[in-house]
């Protein structure tokens, strides 16, 4: 989470304090990411180091001091508006990993670890789906915020699933499998060019 | 107070080689107010489970007591009459009669009950309202979007004084809004003391359960714990 180009993006429908900053931007975001005072006015001093914002106080950095965005601040918002984070290279996942050695563990029951991790997040997805009813459409940032937790939860938990399904597909084929005479495929993955 | 509870139900199909065990030995009480989701891929029962609990198919071994009354027992009128007046079903396909309208799909069960006609239209029209359809009551089951049917069907299922329903496969993935729409109506229903089960393979729909039931080969394998409160999320720890 960005906090500078959230608060570019506060900053972009007009001047505002530091301290109704950290209000609007809690509040913006369901208040599910809450934010110290600190942390709102080290951001501005940096935003303000790099012109993107400029503040109409003496240079102290206190209540009184009300920020704007610059012209750069707009360009650098809509700039990171349109740029995609990064997510070419897989996650170093831990659930993958635990999932990936219970595999490979002649004493080890797969499903039983795999159902383990399953059951904690249904778990997680039930209290979060709680929150979202009570808030019942009322406060959209925060049901767009929930509804992104959940689709990464239940992502998990299909790949739980599919993982599940090829492994004791897997188990099965070696268990019947008889020597076959087709040949080996290659075990090198990806495209030749 | 429980409202449906499956003893140690067993269901065979087929004999011989050719025998399957789609349910072993399943134990499952649902309370009045509660709602329960069974979740497990496909093959492992979930289905069977359901239509078992709603009367429509028999355990080989096992028993099914719905608000308390041993179904076996019961002669095929009385289960009949039990899934009239009982039991709400929604069904996968809906299950709609295409030449009646949405209000007449809703009051049907309430008429063969032996509801005057004009009370239970009132009354069909009355429950399609609580879900937003009042101004869809008039149409016929194909004039209908995917998500109205589906609330009709739920609507039928919970119309009258229905104490327990059961629905199977959601649609959520599809169209993760109408999933909603659908959940929430099944909780209402729950709130006001109807115990609920849904079926699904679908994590977002099940986690709006009170219990999420695990079903593997047949078998209860798992079940969460009931969540806490939904302030611990937000707890000054923050997990996010």
């Keep these: 989470m960005s906090v500078r180009h959230a608060l570019l993006a506060l900053l972009s429908e007009g001047p505002k304090y530091g301290l109704q900053l950290r209000q609007e931007f809690e509040a913006r975001t369901g208040e599910v990411w809450p934010l110290n005072v600190g942390q709102v006015y080290t951001t501005l001093q940096r935003l303000e180091r790099d012109r993107l914002v400029e503040s109409d106080g003496s240079g102290e950095d206190g209540p009184q001091n009300r920020f704007r965005i610059t012209d750069g601040g707009h360009d650098e918002l809509a700039r990171w508006l349109r740029t995609p984070p990064d997510l070419s290279s897989p996650p170093r996942d831990e659930l993958v990993m635990k999932i990936l050695v219970a595999a490979g563990l002649p004493d080890v029951d797969v499903h039983d670890v795999v159902q383990t991790h399953r059951r904690y997040l249904v778990e997680l997805m039930q209290e979060w789906t709680r929150l979202k009813e009570y808030a019942a459409d009322r406060d959209l940032s925060f049901t767009l915020v929930v509804d992104a937790e959940l689709y990464r939860l239940e992502s998990v938990v299909r790949w739980l699933d599919a993982a599940e399904g090829r492994i004791k597909r897997a188990a099965f084929d070696a268990a019947t499998s008889v020597p076959s005479a087709l040949p080996k495929l290659p075990r090198r993955v990806g495209v030749e060019r | ?240």
């Design chain 2, 1 to 240: 107070m429980i409202a449906l509870e499956l003893v140690g139900v067993s269901k065979v199909y087929g004999e011989g080689p050719s025998e399957v065990d789609a349910l072993r030995g399943v134990s499952l009480a649902v309370a009045a107010g509660e709602l329960v989701a069974v979740m497990g891929p496909s093959g492992s029962g979930k289905s069977t489970l359901l239509t078992i609990a709603g009367t429509l198919e028999q355990a080989t071994r096992g028993e099914v007591l719905v608000a308390g009354t041993a179904v076996s027992g019961m002669s095929r009128n009385d289960r009949a009459r039990l899934r009239r007046q009982v039991i709400g079903y929604v069904f996968q396909d809906f299950n709609l009669l295409a030449g009646l309208t949405a209000a007449e799909n809703v009051s049907l069960p309430l008429e063969l009950d032996g509801m005057p006609a004009r009370a239970a239209r009132a009354a069909g029209v009355k429950a399609l309202e609580d879900l937003g359809l009042g101004e869809r009551a008039s149409r016929y089951p194909d004039e209908l979007s995917g998500g109205e049917r589906q609330r009709v069907a739920v609507a039928r299922a919970a119309v009258g004084d229905r104490r327990v329903l059961l629905a199977d496969e959601p649609p959520g993935a599809l169209d993760s809004v109408n999933g909603e729409a659908v959940m929430r109506i099944i909780r209402a229903a729950c709130q006001r003391g109807v115990a609920g089960v849904v079926v699904t393979h679908d994590a977002q729909l099940a986690s709006w359960a009170d219990r999420v039931v695990f079903l593997r080969d047949g078998r209860v394998v798992d079940q969460t714990t009931p969540p806490p409160g939904p302030e611990s999320l937000l707890a000054p720890s923050q997990k996010l």
